[in-house]
């Protein structure tokens, strides 16, 4: 009789147990699993491979970050030679723009107004032959083609926001100095290929030679540049932040 009780109880324990599996129900009350529709599904796999694109992103900027960390350590534990790296690029972007004495190789293009005669010639004529602030800017525009690396006009230093107009029986330059005829330009950088680029078939420079004015090209080993007196601080720009 014991032994039919027993398993009497077994039986409806089981039956009980059996009722709440089928009902997915859980002895602490929570549910095992939760059903989506197409679109959450779908809302779900896109946000998974964001994810994992977030995750790519993030283990590549570590790797860069760990390689320089390095590359670091190895050079020079004592970042010594980091500091001196940082103050030569610091030198050179002064020299690219401006900021520092420089000197190196390069020519000297000298420009003067021609020989006018106000008798014998009418307005155009005379024209033709003085030396033009859009004259000025093309040379200059010439010899930045040609590879030259620094450029003075007289004792005024141009630099990349360089500008010039007309004024009277002056060239005006941006921060307000002026420079008057004969013009010397400096510039700095292969002599023989900023010459060979000056006098080939088409440049201003030969055009001016046509209009009767006074150009002379001389090569010379060393030219002294000095400091721009232009205003360099960056005021109204900042670098652009894209969002990947």
């Known amino acids: 009789m014991k032994n039919d009780k027993g398993f009497f109880f077994v039986f409806i324990a089981t039956i009980i147990i059996g009722i709440l599996i089928s009902m997915n129900y859980h002895l602490k009350g929570n549910q095992s699993f939760t059903q989506l529709n197409s679109a959450e599904f779908?809302?779900?796999?896109?946000?998974?491979?964001?994810?994992?694109?977030?995750?790519?992103?993030?283990?590549?900027?570590?790797?860069?970050?760990?390689?320089?960390i390095r590359n670091y350590a190895q050079n020079d534990t004592k970042n010594d030679k980091i500091l001196e790296d940082m103050k030569a690029q610091i030198k050179d972007y002064g020299m690219f723009v401006g900021a520092n004495k420089t000197e190196g190789p390069g020519i000297i293009l000298k420009i003067n107004d021609g020989i006018t005669n106000a008798r014998e010639e009418n307005t155009d004529q005379i024209n033709n032959k003085l030396f033009h602030d859009n004259d000025m800017a093309l040379v200059l525009n010439e010899l930045r083609v040609a590879g030259a690396q620094a450029i003075s006009v007289n004792k005024h230093r141009v630099v990349p926001w360089?500008?010039?107009?007309?004024?009277?029986?002056?060239?005006?330059?941006?921060?307000?100095?002026?420079?008057?005829?004969?013009?010397?330009?400096?510039?700095?950088?292969?002599?023989?290929?900023l010459k060979a680029a000056l006098l080939e078939d088409g440049s201003h420079v030969k055009q001016l030679m046509f209009r009767k004015l006074y150009v002379d090209i001389q090569v010379v080993d060393k030219i002294v540049m000095p400091p721009t007196t232009a205003n360099i601080n960056v005021n109204h720009m900042k670098e652009e932040q894209s969002k990947k």
Request: glycine share 8%.
């Open 42 to 68: 779908q809302n779900a796999v896109e946000e998974r491979a964001t994810l994992y694109r977030q995750i790519g992103n993030l283990k590549e900027d570590n790797g860069e970050k760990r390689d320089k």
């Open 162 to 193: 360089s500008g010039v107009i007309c004024s009277w029986a002056f060239l005006q330059f941006e921060d307000g100095t002026m420079e008057y005829a004969p013009f010397n330009i400096y510039a700095i950088g292969d002599p023989e290929k």
